[in-house]
């Protein structure tokens, strides 16, 4: 639930900035809002406890382009302290926005309205923040800086770096790639309407980028800044996602806002009807593939709704059915790394605040308990189905079932 609302308020915000960029059209900016609350990428965020942490990073990213694009039309200094504030939330929210800092000094440094020494003042605070924030991990609290994915640390690969940039931008596109168990379904095995419209989208991308620049004469080299401003943006919010061990979609997302407001920037800019059409045309092949892949996720096949699914069902079956009382059962679970890292040993259990510890006892198979008198309950993963049974009843003697 939380969650949720904390999105309601970044769509707020999505659409609050649209309506600037896009020359205050509602019709672009509930469109654009209704993109980003819909897309794939937003299935972490919304369905995982910790996807609020990703939300809230969101949401300061959102709220640090609108104060940049403030400061790029007034130069205000009000604008400049805020940027500065809100990116050091930022980088102690999540370190990989470390790469912002890049935009935001080049930001400050090409502003038409500071002076070369509020210039450098300006541009020292955010470089001694990342230099404090670095500090802090890796000298006070010794828990490393810039470290991976499952607390792998990072190594350079060119080849696995081009992989994964292609991959994100394939997926910007509209194309969904990547392993099934952290993106979904591969584009090449869905349906026929989902291959068309994903191409579709990417025509549709690449397309309105090019004519923009080629066609809008007016103040062409504006223009051409906003675009190639928003390329370096997603280039940067792209690249801590391509540096560790795997891509996941919700490091994506932050991109995508960018890209979103790119469209917002560019159908606020061009003819009206060609403007409305494409803005249609876009929404609809973007819901109607969303969807597709939501029901496609929602029948376990991502690894992190599979591992919900599974803690569920054990929860179900062992605290919530015997609350304090489950100390009286043994707890076996047949072994599968699938599984067991979901358990992740006695952690599951702690966050119950169980007056007894109560442990997970891991077996090579069911001959190791098969006709056991004992109250216990043995779980094992289907690894068919994707998803963990109660097999209890299949296993053990009937007076060891309560």
């Known amino acids: 639930m939380t969650n949720i609302l904390f999105n309601y308020i970044i769509v707020i915000s999505i659409y609050s900035l649209t309506r600037r960029i896009s020359k205050c059209s509602a019709l672009i900016a509930f469109c654009i809002s209704l993109l980003y609350i819909t897309s794939r990428f937003s299935f972490y965020n919304i369905l995982q406890l910790n996807g609020l942490m990703e939300a809230i990073c969101l949401l300061i990213i959102i709220l640090i382009l609108n104060y940049s694009f403030s400061f790029y039309q007034t130069g205000k200094h009000n604008s400049a302290y805020m940027i500065i504030i809100l990116f050091l939330i930022l980088i102690f929210t999540h370190e990989r926005f ?4 890049p935009f935001i000094v080049l930001l400050i440094s090409f502003s038409k309205n500071l002076v070369k020494r509020k210039k450098i003042y300006f541009c020292s605070i955010p470089i ?6 670095i500090f802090i991990k890796d000298i006070v609290f010794q828990t490393g800086f810039m470290v991976g994915t499952g607390g792998t640390n990072i190594t350079f690969s060119f080849y696995y770096i081009f992989i994964f940039t292609a991959c994100g931008i394939l997926n910007l596109l509209g194309l969904n790639v990547g392993p099934p168990y952290l993106n979904g379904e591969y584009i090449q095995n869905s349906k026929l309407y989902v291959q068309l419209f994903s191409f579709f989208i990417s025509l549709i991308t690449v397309g309105l980028i090019i004519f923009f620049i080629r066609n809008n004469k007016l103040d062409k080299r504006s223009n051409l800044m906003a675009v190639l401003t928003a390329i370096f943006l997603i280039s940067l919010l792209l690249l801590p996602a391509v540096l560790t061990i795997r891509l996941e979609l919700r490091w994506v997302y932050a991109p995508f806002i960018v890209l979103l407001l790119l469209f ?11 403007s409305y059409l494409a803005l249609i045309l876009l929404t609809v092949f973007s819901l109607a593939n969303n969807l597709y892949y939501k029901d496609y996720n929602n029948n376990s096949r991502v690894f992190f709704i599979r591992s919900q699914e599974a803690a569920e069902v054990v929860y179900d079956d062992t605290v919530k059915r015997y609350g304090e009382n489950i100390t009286d059962y043994k707890i076996y679970v047949i072994k599968n790394s699938d599984f067991e890292w979901i358990l992740l040993g006695e952690t599951f259990f702690k966050q119950f605040e169980l007056k007894k510890k109560v442990t997970f006892n891991y077996v090579d198979n069911i001959q190791d308990i098969e006709n056991s008198t004992e109250h216990a309950i043995i779980f094992r993963f289907n690894d068919d189905t994707k998803k963990v049974e ?3 009843k299949l296993i053990l003697k009937q007076e060891a079932i309560k």
């Open 264 to 274: 917002a920037y560019i159908f606020g800019r061009i003819e009206k009807k060609l």
């Open 390 to 392: 109660n097999i209890s």
């Open 98 to 101: 470390i790469a912002l800092l």
């Open 128 to 133: 001694i923040f990342v230099i404090f924030n």
